[in-house]
């Protein structure tokens, strides 16, 4: 373990609730997280341009539709009718090279660069969750041992210090925390998806297609421990390798969660959420959580079946990863 980590640790035990519950589930130290990704096998194209007022955005007709789904996990459910007006969603994830335009256009600057502030020292330490995979078929802390607080990863040096962007252009951009979309969508004049508007625009969004064939990038063979690239990817891809969907929409499902809007409440039924405005999630209750989507090339069948539309998962407002990046939407004014 490096001396920074090892300083990380100790402040981490000592630290604050908010700041502990953000990272402290994380493992620490010197994982080499990059050493198996990105086999590229698959060619990947330029967009096709959108039939759109609004370059690279694709309209998602209105609807009531059902929100949700009972059976597989408990967060899913209950099914419910939900009604979502039209509005332009983004046809891919948000790509490096825009979000580097952003950065360039406005000098923003990460949460993940700044540092996450722990709230008894005040020292902001820089990082962010990186996925280290598994070398052994030992035990496994079964929520978060192949993640690792690594100092300085962010979204230029996505496995930390050493690592770059420069081969990843047209990936999406990854290690945002919730206040970066939201800075990146302000300055778009856009917005985040809700979670329904992400869950209607990606009804027909598939992890395989009738024929069994990979059309979004997830995990193939035993997570975490065996990753076969049969996709093509075994880390992120360029945006819009896989099938859009039928409203030409690239990517809802798999490569990278996905970013709403939406506070996270432990289900759509949750009692009383206005005893809790920054949402609930029961493993880590007390911090700041939102709705993420679609699933990430993380999710294999063993493990986290969340490469369906209503599959929805709580993530710390405050902390980006290596496999959480966002996109935009556009509401029509009423
Ligand atoms: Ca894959
Ligand atoms: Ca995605």
């Not at 007022?53 to 967060?75: H, I, K, N, R, S």
């Not at 990863?153 to 047209?170: F, L, V």
Request: aromatic fraction near 12%; glycine fraction near 10%; proline fraction near 8%.
């Amino acid at each position: 373990m490096s001396t920074r980590s090892k300083t990380l640790v100790t402040t981490l035990a000592a630290g604050g609730i908010a700041f502990a519950a953000a990272i402290g589930w994380l493992g620490f130290g010197t994982a080499t997280p990059g050493a198996s990704l990105d086999v590229t096998v698959r060619a990947c194209g330029e967009l096709p341009a959108t039939d759109s007022p609004y370059p690279g955005m694709a309209w998602v007709p209105g609807a009531t539709f059902t929100m949700g789904a009972e059976g597989t996990y408990f967060e899913e459910g209950p099914a419910h009718e939900e009604t979502v007006a039209g509005f332009w969603m983004s046809t891919a994830e948000v790509t490096n090279a825009e979000f580097g335009e952003f950065i360039a256009a406005t000098g923003y600057v990460t949460l993940a660069e700044r540092g996450i502030e722990d709230p008894t020292t005040g020292e902001h330490i820089p990082g962010s969750a990186v996925f280290a995979p598994h070398v052994s078929e030992a035990p496994v802390n079964p929520f978060a041992s192949w993640w690792y607080f690594m100092n300085e990863a962010n979204w230029q040096q996505p496995e930390g210090p050493g690592s770059d962007i420069d081969d990843r252009q047209h990936h999406p951009v990854v290690h945002i925390a919730f206040e970066d979309a939201l800075a990146y969508a302000d300055w778009k004049g856009q917005s985040l998806p809700t979670e329904a508007q992400f869950e209607l625009a990606a009804q027909t969004s598939l992890y395989r297609d009738a024929d069994g064939n990979y059309t979004s990038n997830t995990w193939q063979g035993l997570f975490p421990f065996q990753h076969d690239p049969v996709d093509g990817y075994t880390g992120t891809a360029p945006v819009g390798c896989y099938d859009a969907n039928a409203l030409g929409i690239y990517d809802l499902i798999g490569n990278v969660w996905e970013w709403t809007q939406t506070t996270y409440y432990a289900t759509h039924a949750f009692p009383d959420p206005q005893q809790f405005p920054e949402g609930y999630d029961p493993n880590q209750p007390g911090e700041p959580v939102a709705v993420i989507k679609g699933g990430s090339y993380l999710c294999a069948p063993n493990y986290c079946m969340r490469y369906r539309p209503e599959a929805r998962q709580a993530q710390s407002k405050g902390l980006g990863t290596s496999h959480i990046g966002f996109r935009t939407v556009i509401n029509p004014a009423t």
